[in-house]
Structures are given as C-alpha cells and as structure tokens.
C-alpha cells in the first residue's frame, strides 16, 4: 500500500499522526521555491504542525525548477510524505513518525509556469519561502518574460509583477518573503537583486516602488539536521511497521531552528504558524541565534574534530558516546564558549542551554556524522570560530583557555601533513585521510622543523589575522599539549588531563 490520500483512512493513526480530511482542503498561502530535504524537514514541517493545531490553516504550493526527480514522485503521493523525528532531545530518546499534509502541489517550472503565475491571483497566497542553495540568490540578467526566467529570483521577479498587476499594486497585496539560504543577510541580498533586476527589465517606478514598500523581505537563520532518505534496511523497517510504502519518506533530527527577523506586526499575523512550535522565532534581530550557532555548535565542531580524530573516533556519535569525550566538550562549551559568548543579548544561561542542545545533537545515534568531513577547510573555520573566542577570553579572565589551547594543539598535530603532488594527506591511529585545506601547504613546510612548528603556526597572520604567541601563556600551553598528544596519544593525554583537574 502506498502513502495517498486514498489510503490515508487504512493507516494506523497510533502509529503516525495522520492529517485530517479539513487539513488536506486548506487553501494555498504558501509559494516555496525548492522541493529539498531541508525545506521539507523544516519549514514544511512546522506549517504542518500549525495546521494540525488548526493555527495557520493554509498550505503549501511549491515550484521545482531543476529537472532532476520530478514532480511526478509528489503527485504519485497526491503530495504527502512521511517526516520520521529520530534523535535526541533533552537527554531523553525521540523517535516519531508523523505525515507531513503541508503541501497541496507541485509545479514544474518548465512545465507549469503559466500556471505557476496564475498562483499569484490568490488572495490567500501571501508567503514566499525559498532553498535554493547559496548559488540560488545570485545576480542574473533574466527576462521576466521568459517562461520560465532561469533564477531564481527572475522567477520570483515575475511572480510578483504579475501579482502586483493582478491587485493593482495595492499594499494588502505584498507578500512576506523568507530565504532559508544559508548565506549572510539572506533577504537584503535577495531584495536588491530583485531591484536590479526590475530596473534591467524596464519594469514601472511604481511597480519597484511597490516591490520595496509592501513586501516585507526578512532575514532568517535555520538550523536542523535533515539527512533526508533513510538507509534502505531502516526505511524497509519503518514501512513494514506503519503499513505503507512512501518513496519520499525522510528523517531528521528533533533540534530546530527557524530565526526570522521582523519587528512587523503584518509580518507576524501572516506568519502564524511561527506560535506552533518553540523552534521558530521571530524577533527584531536575528544576531544572537547567528552567534549561538557559529561558536557553540559550529565552533565546537571545529576545535574538537582533530582532537576526536587523533583519539580514534570516526564519527561525532561515536566520540559523544564516550563519556570522557562528551564530558570534555561539554566542558569546554561551558567554561570557555558560553563566558565569552555572553552578551547584552545572550544571557549565560542561554548559552549553556543551547551548549546542553549541541551535546543532544551531536550524540544522535541516527546521524553518521564524520568527522573527516568537519576537517574541510579546518584553519579557515578555525581562523572564523574560535580565534575571536580566544581574544574575548583573554580579555574577561587573562589567562589562557587551557581547553581551546588542547584543541589547538591537536590541529597542530593533525595537520602533520604527507604531501604527494598537489595532494595532502594526515595519518591518525593507523588511517590516512585526505586533506583538503588552502593553508596545507604552509603546515606542511613547517613540520619540516618540529622544534618551531609550534610558535611558526600560532605567529603567521596569513592563518588568523594575527600573532597568537602575543597572549601570554597561549604558546607554552600548546607546545606542551602537542608534545603530550606525539608522546601518549590525544586519548590518554585527555583523559589524564581530566582525571588531574589540570584544566
């Protein structure tokens, strides 16, 4: 049996949350650009949950632009997929099975363009949400007249020039637009290329005044792992025990995050679906949730992964299920991280909250995380996370951040690199890996010198903007650390650093 409509009353609503028949006739308020993982698991998913608490009563028509997959794979399903929750949340195990009903249809962009614009003449229609990846919110030179425009954003300039004709440009007719991209001020980018791009096609002053003035543009920031389709043997699992096959079947983890900035009462009452779930927020700044996330999650990563490595651990749950290990990071989240992350915004208990969030994430027992894959470009995320924490720790306590300084002298280690060709390689417990870092070459030459690689690495500004043998006592806690990880290995030395409370 497949997951439709059809089938919906021969499926077991004790072992799913199933939509009810009200939910599937919800009109249209939603336009999203884009069909992928992280949309489905994310902003799909808290609509979904809004509706279900009869909150925001509207669905979701999407626009695929690539060729690849189809739309056919939706319309099979008339549309629904199952969202399996599988992780950790709050200390405690999470495992749910829910149908997502949020979207009502799928378009082709090739294919259904002239029925795509027509979407425009719905009064309900009234949020525009987009993934396209970072290369999708980029200049273009696009017709609006083509059909379709080829970006993104000529698509989306179209969409609103033929609502803004269909309602005669009034101001109750602009929408609430919300880029997910994982880039930096996501929907300032997106509006002025939407301007530029009004003015290449000639359109009307009144139309860009219209663009600039009645839709509302606003920044967000989301985080939540979503791996997507599940591994053949589990999916196989899951169908048998709800009853039902379901091609477009994904996971992810119970976190979520979904940061969007507006001060905008208009904004707010559109987006209701924001009062259904505690992971989204809409506030005047979205700074903090930025903050938050680059040094105690993502900075974390980075100072840990070289350490993890040279300890012997291949993936992030398998590291995490290593008390020791998991009681270090927490560690040096809370000592170290949070104090300098604190701010006029962040308080240190939010920080530490969200430190304790980050220990549940990361020891996800579903997620293949590796760790190999967090050493992409490890001196720039190093150079961009953790060294400003360096510089505001000395500047609250002057002294050294014993446990910043361990994770500093296993990158150190780490970066021992071979070099074959333009090819670098490190070598760990046994395992080569392969290297991919601009700076390679530089560690590389002054490994040539064991005696200096230390103060060498720490003082080139070409790594971090700056000399790090200038804090005092930084150097001699790194020497001392990389001669402890080369002498008894990165595991021992950690764990005799703890067992002696010498950090």
């Not at 997507?228 to 699992?237: D, V």
């Not at 992030?316 to 290593?322: N, R």
């Not at 290990?325 to 962040?346: G, R, T, Y």
């Not at 293949?368 to 720790?393: C, E, F, G, V």
Request: aromatic share 8%.
């Amino acid at each position: 049996m497949i997951l439709s409509k059809e089938n919906l009353k021969n499926i077991d609503g004790e072992k799913v949350t199933k939509p009810t028949a009200e939910i599937l006739e919800l009109p249209e308020r939603v336009i999203q650009f884009g069909t992928g993982v992280l949309l489905r698991g994310l902003p799909d998913y808290f609509i979904d949950k809004a509706n279900q608490n009869r909150i925001f009563n509207g669905r979701i028509l999407i626009v695929k632009s690539t060729s690849k997959g189809g739309a056919d794979a939706f319309s099979k399903q008339d549309n629904l997929y199952t969202l399996c929750v599988k992780g950790i949340e709050d200390g405690v195990n999470v495992e749910e099975n829910m149908i997502n009903s949020s979207i009502s249809r799928v378009l082709s962009a090739s294919k259904d363009w002239t029925e795509i614009l027509k979407a425009a003449h719905q009064p309900e229609m009234q949020i525009v949400i987009s993934n396209t990846t970072e290369v999708g919110i980029v200049k273009s030179e696009d017709l609006i007249t083509d059909q379709p425009p080829q970006s993104y954003p000529g698509k989306l300039l179209a969409f609103l020039h033929e609502r803004y004709t269909a309602f005669n440009g009034s101001a109750e007719s602009g929408m609430v637009i919300v880029p997910t991209e994982l880039i930096s001020d996501n929907a300032d980018k997106l509006k002025q290329i939407l301007l530029d791009l009004a003015i290449q096609n000639k359109l009307s002053w009144d139309f860009q005044q219209w663009l600039k003035t009645a839709n509302q543009f606003c920044k967000t920031l989301v985080d939540r792992i979503v791996p997507g389709k599940l591994p053949a043997e589990a999916q196989k699992e899951i169908e048998t025990e709800l009853g039902y096959s379901d091609d477009l079947m994904i996971m992810a983890e119970p976190f979520r995050l979904w940061a969007i900035e507006s001060s905008n009462e208009r904004v707010k009452e559109i987006l209701s679906f924001a009062k259904a779930d505690k992971g989204i927020f809409i506030v005047p700044s979205i700074d903090k949730f930025k903050e938050l996330k680059l040094r105690l999650l993502n900075g974390t990563h980075t100072i840990s992964c070289g350490l993890a490595i040279l300890a012997g651990f291949n993936t992030v749950k398998e590291a995490m299920a290593d008390e020791e290990f998991s009681d270090h990071v927490l560690k040096l989240m809370k000592d170290e991280i949070a104090p300098v992350v604190e701010n006029e915004d962040i308080t240190y208990d939010e920080a530490v909250k969200f430190a304790k969030s980050v220990i549940d994430r990361f020891s996800n027992p579903f997620l293949d995380h590796q760790w190999q894959a967090i050493t992409l470009n490890y001196t720039s995320k190093m150079q961009m996370r953790n060294i400003p924490l360096i510089r505001k720790y000395y500047a609250l306590n002057n002294e050294v951040p014993q446990l910043t300084a361990f994770g500093f002298a296993a990158y150190i280690v780490f970066m021992n690199v071979d070099k074959d060709g333009e090819t670098y390689t490190a070598n760990a417990n046994g395992k080569t890996y392969p290297i991919q870092d601009e700076f390679a070459e530089i560690l590389f030459n002054y490994w040539k010198n064991p005696e200096t690689v230390v103060e060498n690495t720490l003082g080139d500004r070409r790594l971090w903007d700056k000399n790090l043998n200038n804090y005092p006592g930084f150097t001699a806690a790194v020497k001392s650390y990389v001669e402890l990880i080369q002498n008894k290995g990165a595991k021992e030395t950690l764990s005799n650093l703890h067992s002696e409370r010498t950090i």
